[in-house]
């Protein structure tokens, strides 16, 4: 059996909860003294199955990201319960960076609000493989097919500025049901699928990439001097000449040990231990083999997210940069634009970047990094800016 | 992500096994928090795996309460000792006494609070910057709010509204002098999961996990152990059963269920078709309040 992630996102009432709620509950997935403690007076409160901290409780919202688990006979699922809110755009960023599938929920009545744009937002930043936009609320509104078709053709327009594809649409009523686990009578124009049957379904694309990345983590000292690193892309054979990137030394991979087994070759996303020549390998190392070995430099342009709540982007501060297990102080030289929210247009001004806005800067690492472009490999792409004051993940950033 | 082809219990062991790695990798002085209870046993599993052949690079620390099952001990002592890990064993009673706290009275005296106390003592006393423990998100609803790197203040503090963002498997684990990071290689298991793979791995655990016959108290419809520590009086129902337990935690806060599973594939049937959730079923410490275990965190608890 496999495993599927996926997140939800959705404004405050948009029914995000009661989704959630209606998916355990009708796959069986809550127990009865979970069950017990969601009954309140005036009956069964699924919403409240998603509720962790106290704060939350009392103010009735999503602040941070919740995990929830569950299974059908056909795959075994991660929810990441992600909060809507404006101010916590940087938790939907964290719940959202390793799903497969990203539920968007609107509110029939409301259709596309700044916070359905911002939700798409982080959708396209991210590269989300799959996005669902759940038309949620439709018993409000009789079932009627042109409220579902009206906000589905706004939707597809704005997704087209943000270049989000691979979309399904689906009305439903999470309170009732409807189109949640089965496909509901009362919308008979619609032909499916249901949300469930989808994320069910849904086949999670393989890693394309044949080129060769080993990241290197850890130094292994046992007598023999080994290192533990993962497969991103591609696979390793024992006896291969590689490359030590960003420094460009070659070595020779004597031998590759996984779990506890010598093994002639590994792919990805494998978690290995490989011996060298007696060349030493350092955390931070990306292996490639020498035809096909990644891009490698001290400056690129990347998309952006300002994380920090407290602090803004500092144009003259060296932050810590993190891809993989490679570290280096970066600085942010130039923001080359910003993406209004409203418009999803690009813009400029002189003002600095704050948190949960999206961008597009340059940036220059005090060291080279070895690095791949997002279309080719994801995995080698994406990283954190660290504020070396605070220790504090103040942005995130893709390599396009 | 590249999950397709493997098989859920790879992915999440891939997952762990990457943790792990990233704890050694970006710590100095790690530490395995590790109770005799299946949770910290798969961690010593894994651990092995993730550092095979080298031994495991950083000590395993027990926080005893001094109301654990025998058995659980005895288990602790052999797994160590095969695994020729270094154990450190720090005591909840000399705790009490050295600051002079209050040893909870009352029928169930669970010393489960007082634990923080004395982790975070032993964290000053090793300088330890990274503890590693078994929690799943699935368990609580305060652990499923908690990052992979959960970082903690100098009091040993969880900031559940101010974590660090978490993206993809890039984990910052960067702290000032005196703060510590604990890490959760197995957020994402659920119980059934840890069963399946204890299963798939053949990994031995302490015998209160299968069924026996025990003599316990009934108390709201709990089974507890009658032990040196829970004594019964006139009005307690006391009844000989036969239980296993689905948690081990201290004596005087878990509660055993009527059971007759012997073996992995009995417990795991029993678990597919059980109506009740895992600490549900078998804390009683969690049934003060609503926030239990957010509160406890907020003191310094893993």
Redesign the interface.
């Known amino acids: 059996?496999?495993?599927l992630?996926f997140t939800t996102a959705g404004s405050v009432d948009d029914g995000k909860s009661t989704l959630i709620g209606r998916l355990l509950y009708d796959t069986g997935n809550i127990?009865?003294?979970?069950l017990e403690?969601l009954t309140m007076e005036g009956g069964l409160n699924l919403a409240h199955v998603t509720?962790?901290?106290?704060?939350e409780?009392q103010q009735k919202i999503t602040?941070?990201?919740?995990?929830?688990?569950f299974s059908t006979p056909h795959r075994?699922f991660?929810i990441t319960d992600a909060p809507g809110h404006f101010e916590y755009t940087?938790?939907l960023?964290?719940g959202a960076?390793?799903v497969?599938v990203m539920i968007i929920l609107i509110d029939a009545k409301n259709g596309i609000t700044a916070q359905t744009r911002r939700h798409s937002m982080v959708a396209s930043f991210l590269q989300v493989g799959k996005l669902v936009v759940a038309i949620n609320k439709m018993d409000l509104h009789d079932y009627a097919q042109q409220v579902y078709e009206r906000i589905k053709d706004e939707y597809l327009q704005m997704a087209d500025k943000l270049g989000l594809h691979n979309i399904t649409f689906i009305p439903m009523s999470a309170l009732h049901g409807d189109n949640v686990t089965t496909l509901s009578a009362k919308t008979p124009w619609y032909i499916g699928p249901a949300l469930l049957e989808l994320l069910e379904s849904y086949?999670?694309?393989?890693?394309q990439y044949a080129h060769l990345r080993l990241s290197i983590?850890?130094a292994?000292?046992?007598g023999q001097q080994?290192y533990?690193?993962?497969i991103l892309s591609g696979t390793l054979h024992a006896g291969d000449k590689v490359l030590i990137m960003p420094s460009g030394r070659e070595t020779v991979i004597s031998s590759i040990?996984h779990?506890?087994d010598t093994v002639g070759e590994a792919h990805?996303?494998?978690?290995v231990?490989v011996y060298t020549d007696g060349t030493s390998l350092s955390?931070g190392d990306i292996l490639s083999h020498p035809q096909d070995k990644p891009l490698e430099g001290q400056a690129f342009e990347t998309a952006l997210c300002w994380?920090d709540a407290v602090t803004a982007l500092d144009t003259g501060k060296t932050y810590?940069l993190?891809?993989?297990?490679a570290e280096a102080g970066c600085m942010v030289t130039s923001v080359l634009h910003k993406i209004n929210i409203d418009t999803l247009e690009n813009y400029s001004d002189e003002a600095p970047l704050e948190a949960n806005q999206f961008a597009t800067v340059q940036l220059r690492t005090h060291k080279p990094i070895a690095w791949d472009h997002f279309i080719t490999l994801a995995?080698n792409a994406?990283?954190?800016l660290?504020d070396?004051d605070t220790?504090?993940?103040v942005a995130?950033f893709m390599i396009r | 992500m590249l999950t397709e082809k493997m098989d859920y219990l790879d992915i999440l062991e891939a997952e762990a096994i990457y943790i792990f790695r990233e704890v050694a990798g970006q710590f100095k002085r790690p530490v395995l928090l590790f109770s005799g209870g299946k949770d910290s046993t798969i961690l010593i599993h894994l651990a092995l795996k993730a550092f095979y052949p080298a031994p495991i690079p950083f000590p395993v620390l027990h926080i005893d309460t001094g109301h654990n099952f025998p058995e659980a001990l005895v288990f602790r002592d052999e797994l160590v000792g095969k695994i020729n890990a270094e154990l450190i064993v720090r005591k909840v009673e000399d705790t009490i006494r050295e600051k002079g706290l209050t040893d909870p009275g009352g029928k169930f005296p669970s010393r489960n609070a007082l634990q923080s106390y004395t982790l975070m003592d032993a964290i000053r006393e090793f300088g330890f910057d990274a503890c590693i423990g078994g929690g799943r998100r699935d368990e609580e609803k305060a652990r499923a709010k908690e990052r992979i790197f959960s970082f903690r203040d100098t009091t040993g503090a969880w900031q559940p509204h101010n974590q660090r963002p978490e993206l993809w498997d890039v984990y910052n684990g960067r702290i000032h002098e005196g703060e510590n990071v604990r890490a959760f290689p197995i957020s994402n298991w659920t119980e059934l999961d840890v069963w399946k793979y204890i299963q798939r791995e053949k990994i031995a655990l302490p015998s209160i996990y299968f069924a026996h016959e025990r003599t316990c108290i009934m108390f709201n419809g709990r089974l507890v152990a009658i032990s040196p520590y829970v004594i019964p009086d006139d009005k307690d129902e006391v009844v000989t059963t036969t239980v296993r337990y689905r948690t081990v935690g201290d004596m005087t806060c878990t509660a055993a269920i009527a059971s007759h599973a012997q073996t992995l594939d009995d417990i795991i049937a029993e678990l597919e078709a059980t109506p009740i959730s895992e600490r549900g079923a078998t804390r009683i410490d969690d049934q003060i309040s609503d926030a239990a275990m957010e509160d406890r965190k907020l003191k310094g608890y893993f």
Not at chain 1, 268 to 271: L, V
């Open positions: 059996m496999d495993l992630r127990k009865t003294d979970i403690t509720d962790g901290l106290r704060a409780r602040i941070d990201v919740a995990y929830k688990y075994k991660i940087r938790n960023v964290t960076s390793n497969d086949k999670i694309p393989t890693q983590q850890y292994i000292e046992d080994g533990a690193g993962k040990s779990n506890y990805a996303p494998a978690n231990c955390r994380m810590l993190r891809i993989n297990t995995e994406r990283g954190i660290i070396p220790n504090n993940t995130a």
